[in-house]
């Protein structure tokens, strides 16, 4: 192999060890599931809701704060929403009531994950946690981002 060939030919090994291994880290980061699992109407009128965080990341968050869009029965932004779900502990499901006033729950068309205010694992720097949140809605209204 010519001198000009071997640095190309040791680059190219080094990337695919690179790809060999992305999968193996995605794969131990896991997911944090947040369900909307339940509307309740709330006497006097708003919406009680139920989420269960599913964390299967591997560490638990100190801080996890979303910021969410609700959405009218028209489809039209009724207000956003922020809720505070920490503290959430490693490999475990736990479960968060939250309420949203003057708005009934048949109402609710859609719920938007607008922004992640605060994702925080426990004694380390704040991240960006979107791409290991799996959404999902047992309701009417379909959670999102």
Known sequence: MSTL????????????????????QAQQQGSLGVELNKF??????????????????????EGFEMSLAILDGNAVIDRLLSIDAAPLPVARTT???????????????????HDMTSCKPQNAEETDCFAIIELSSKTSAPLVK
């Open 95 to 113: 479960l968060k009531l939250f309420e949203i006033p003057e708005i009934s729950c048949t109402n609710i068309s859609e719920i938007l994950l």
């Open 40 to 61: 309740e109407e709330i006497e006097g009128g708003g919406c009680r809701t139920f989420f269960l965080f599913r964390n299967k990341t591997g560490q638990s968050f």
């Open 5 to 24: 060939f071997k640095p190309l030919a040791a680059a190219a090994a080094i990337f695919a060890l690179a790809l060999s291994v992305a999968p193996v």
